[in-house]
Nanobody, 123 residues
């Protein structure tokens, strides 16, 4: 069993900052790419930021210059630092990871999602 648990969401005023964290636990051999997605009410889930195991990052245009994704491979965690938040950043934020899990002499590859954490940007 592998799970991702997010934390750090909440209510923040426009222009403020929040830091989201996500920790992976369970039977894990290795974690490859990790990412943050978000889903606003009435909209499709969208990629916010992505980071490879080596640390290469990609951001949605809406996140560039304001958000920073980082990870700690030793702790199996990924964070999202969000600055200069706007009302349109309001959404449920989901952590995602590509994980390999021991399966006897082989490995099972999983695409794992967290349960989501709500970020509300409002005055």
């Amino acid at each position: 069993q592998v799970q991702l648990v997010e934390s750090g969401g909440g209510l923040v005023q426009p222009g403020g900052s929040l830091r989201l964290s996500c920790a992976a636990s369970g039977s894990i051999s290795s974690i490859f790419a990790m990412a943050w997605y978000r889903q606003a009410p009435g909209k499709q889930r969208e990629l916010v930021a992505h980071i490879t195991r080596a640390g290469s990052t990609n951001y949605a245009d809406s996140a560039k210059g304001r958000f920073t994704i980082s990870r700690d491979n030793a702790k199996n965690t990924v964070d999202l630092q969000m600055n200069s938040l706007k009302p349109e950043d309001t959404a449920v934020y989901y952590c995602n990871a590509d994980i390999s899990q021991p399966d006897g002499r082989e490995y099972r590859y999983l695409d794992v999602w967290g349960q989501g954490t709500l970020v509300t940007v409002s005055s």
